[in-house]
Nanobody, 125 residues
Framework: QVQLVESGGGLVQAGCSLRLSCRASGGTFSTATMGWFRQAPGKEREFVAAITSIGRNTYYADSVKARFTISRDNAKNTVYLQMNSLKPEDTAVYSC??????????????????WGQGTQVTVSS
């Protein structure tokens, strides 16, 4: 059973940076496509970023492109989300997710089989 544990969330001011981490265990991390999603209060969960198994391809939501960077360290079974120039509208619970390798349907939460419990990111204005 794959387990995902996120860390790195917190309260920051607008314009600041945070780096989220998601450590995986119980599966073959190196072959998984990994994604980050977020859910703000009263809103549906939305796609943030994804990275394919060997990190060859990365994908971003338009709202975070050029501000956020997804990366992975397969030796550490960890995927990261570097978030720069944070805005109040980035406030949400951020969750990482894992699925079989491939890049189809990356933005759809239902295509991911495993989820972490999430970490809160709050950006004050």
């Amino acid at each position: 059973q794959v387990q995902l544990v996120e860390s790195g969330g917190g309260l920051v001011q607008a314009g600041c940076s945070l780096r989220l981490s998601c450590r995986a265990s119980g599966g073959t991390f190196s072959t998984a496509t990994m994604g980050w999603f977020r859910q703000a209060p009263g809103k549906e969960r939305e796609f943030v970023a994804a990275i394919t198994s060997i990190g060859r391809n990365t994908y971003y939501a338009d709202s975070v492109k050029a501000r956020f960077t997804i990366s992975r360290d397969n030796a550490k079974n960890t995927v990261y989300l570097q978030m720069n120039s944070l805005k109040p509208e980035d406030t949400a619970v951020y969750s990482c997710a894992a699925r079989r390798s491939g890049d189809y349907g990356l933005v759809t939460a239902g295509n991911y089989a495993y989820w972490g419990q999430g970490t809160q990111v709050t950006v004050s204005s």
